[in-house]
């Protein structure tokens, strides 16, 4: 997102405060912003230390100081994305919220799959981080292929996170990553052992297209998705911020689609398009009248 010259944290922070960590942390905080609209919380800015030694490590630099002057000093592009992506917050696992996971088994996809009758299925993940949601969602597809057979199946997942997108493509994580989540029959079933780690295996890679986007200034995703899912990702947007969000999905949406947030999310208060919906606990739908605006039940504009 372009920002005007004069909100760059990069020329208006400054280092030389009393406190030098203070006045590194602030630009470093107010780059993170300024990419990405998330605002660090108290407990991830006392962890920005530990969370930027290995940026310090790769470019040689020998402390925060010196990673804030060379910020400053001149345009380095790849040495702030080192540094957001070092600063994001890319917690993730295996079918989290379980429950979650379980209405879209149970009932959210069912639904799709009764009112589709272009036999298409379009899932989107804003926000997928290395890619364990994603991966949950095509493991419940694949464990039920016998209902998706015949079905264009199309799964996009973005993440501003170049970092976390290079990792999700390759579909490794490690013995501790899939310790958290995963059942152990859908590891054997749909991941091979690489070295110490496990790699997804090729028909479950093959079903996500992930991509690396900024929700404020989205290109990836094109069309209208069925099931969408934002999970914890607003968390750290300002309220303006989150309602951005919420417009952007609510315009790849249509009357039937289901939109996920994370447990402590939600759109009240956020969003004139989505509210809570009907039937499904904890998932937003259109708002009907807003949807009527927009378009038909089921119109998709791809
Ligand atoms: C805590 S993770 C959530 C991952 C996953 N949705 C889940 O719930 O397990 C939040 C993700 O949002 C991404 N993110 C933050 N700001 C973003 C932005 N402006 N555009 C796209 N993704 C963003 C972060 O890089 C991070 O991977």
């Known amino acids: 997102m372009a920002l005007p010259p004069s909100a760059d944290p990069l020329l208006s922070g400054s280092v030389s405060s009393a406190d030098p960590m203070r006045g590194a942390a602030r630009i470093f905080s107010g780059l993170l912003e300024a990419r990405t609209g998330q605002i660090l919380s108290e407990s991830r800015a006392w962890r920005m230390e530990t969370a930027l030694k290995p940026v310090l490590r790769a470019h040689g630099l020998s402390d925060m100081d010196a990673l804030a002057s060379r910020l400053m000093g001149h345009k380095d592009a790849m040495l702030e994305n080192d540094v957001v992506n070092a600063l994001l917050n890319n917690e993730s696992s295996f079918f989290r919220d379980l429950q979650i996971f379980d209405m879209i088994h149970r009932h959210i996809l069912p639904r799709i799959h009764a009112q589709r009758s272009d036999r ?140 996920l947030l994370g447990a402590g999310e939600t759109v009240i208060g956020h969003s004139e398009d989505f509210v809570p919906h009907a039937e499904f606990r904890g998932g937003y739908g259109r708002r009907a009248d807003a949807a009527a605006q927009s378009g038909g039940a089921m119109r998709r504009a791809v």
Not at 164 to 185: C, E, H, N, S, Y
Not at 227 to 248: D, I, W
């Open 120 to 259: 298409t299925l379009r899932i989107w993940s804003a926000g997928c981080s290395t890619g364990q949601e994603v991966y949950s969602l095509a493991i419940q597809l694949c464990n039920d292929m016998a209902r998706w057979r015949g079905w264009r199946i199309e799964i996009l997942a973005t993440d501003i996170s170049t970092a976390a997108i290079a990792q999700a493509k390759t579909g490794i994580f490690t013995q501790m990553d899939v310790q958290r989540g995963l059942p152990v029959g859908d590891l054997l079933k749909w991941f091979d052992p690489s070295g110490d780690d496990w790699r997804a295996n090729s028909a479950l890679r093959q079903m996500i297209d992930f991509r690396t986007d900024n929700l404020f200034d989205a290109h990836a995703p094109q069309g209208e998705y069925d099931l969408l899912l934002c999970r914890n990702v607003l968390l750290y947007f300002t309220p303006e911020r989150r309602q951005s969000v919420l417009r952007l999905l609510a315009r790849h949406s249509h009357a039937g689609s289901v939109l």
